[in-house]
């Protein structure tokens, strides 16, 4: 089965300075790829998805991430934080065949300092 | 997003007490997801349905049901509700024609003394 690795439970960010929250992956087969976002006391919501084609995928909120198969990683990037941005991010896996097998990593918390 | 709602929002509950759980959608999309979220652990997959008359066992189904009364209706039972399942419980919706992206509801805060 999959699986999925965040690196940091908790990242610590000044305002304007960039972000960088890792995620590897683990799969036998070609991977769908996600980042999540949940703001406190919210659902989780997408911020982004690899599927196929172009490895750099770019999503909401300015946020993007890059699929790397050499490194079995998907990390995200934002170039210049906002408070906005404090939240718990979620990367998750599942196969390109059966999405019903959805594997969520644990969680990386997202502080921004003023 | 409102599109899929969760009921209640938050609930306690007693060791050996049943409870339900509920969830709704109003996207059309014929799949359908319970999870729970616990601190350090990120969300595991409790059950999931592809339509009324499938149901799937996800990772964690032990101590937990679930029904699908209709399309747009999910429901997850606790028959014997335990302390360690005490958790944050989502649902969550797909579309046959997306169905690697899943859209959640706002949550369920269940605590059991």
């Known amino acids: 089965a999959q699986s999925v690795t965040q690196l940091g439970s908790h990242v610590s960010v000044s305002e304007g300075a960039l972000v960088l929250l890792r995620c590897n992956y683990s799969?036998?087969?070609?991977?769908?790829l996600f980042w999540y976002v949940q703001y406190p006391n919210q659902g989780l919501q997408l911020l982004l998805k690899?599927?196929?084609?172009?490895?750099l995928v770019k999503g909401i909120n300015g946020f993007e991430a890059e699929f790397k198969k050499s490194e079995t990683s998907f990390h995200l990037t934002k170039p210049s934080a906002h408070m906005s941005d404090a939240a718990e991010y979620f990367c998750?896996?599942?196969?390109?065949?059966?999405?019903?097998?959805?594997?969520f990593g644990a969680g990386t918390r997202l502080t921004v300092k003023p | 997003d409102a599109d899929v709602t969760q009921t209640p929002r938050n609930r306690i509950t007693k060791t050996g007490k049943r409870i339900m759980l509920e969830c709704s959608q109003t996207?059309?999309?014929?799949?359908m997801y319970w999870y729970r979220q616990d601190p350090g652990l990120g969300l595991r997959l409790i059950y999931y349905?592809?339509?009324?008359?499938?149901?799937n066992k996800g990772e964690i189904s032990d101590g937990y049901s679930v029904s699908r009364q209709a399309q747009a209706k999910f429901s997850l039972s606790l028959e014997s509700a335990i302390p360690n399942q005490t958790a944050l419980y989502f649902c969550?919706?797909?579309?046959?024609?997306?169905?690697?992206?899943?859209?959640f509801g706002p949550g369920t805060r269940l605590l059991v003394l």
């Open positions: 969550a919706t797909s579309d046959r024609l997306s169905i690697e992206t899943q859209y």
């Open positions: 998750a896996v599942t196969r390109r065949s059966n999405n019903n097998d959805m594997r």
């Open positions: 996207k059309g999309h014929d799949r």
């Open positions: 349905s592809f339509d009324v008359k499938d149901i």
């Open positions: 690899y599927t196929t084609g172009a490895t």
């Open positions: 799969s036998s087969v070609p991977p769908y």
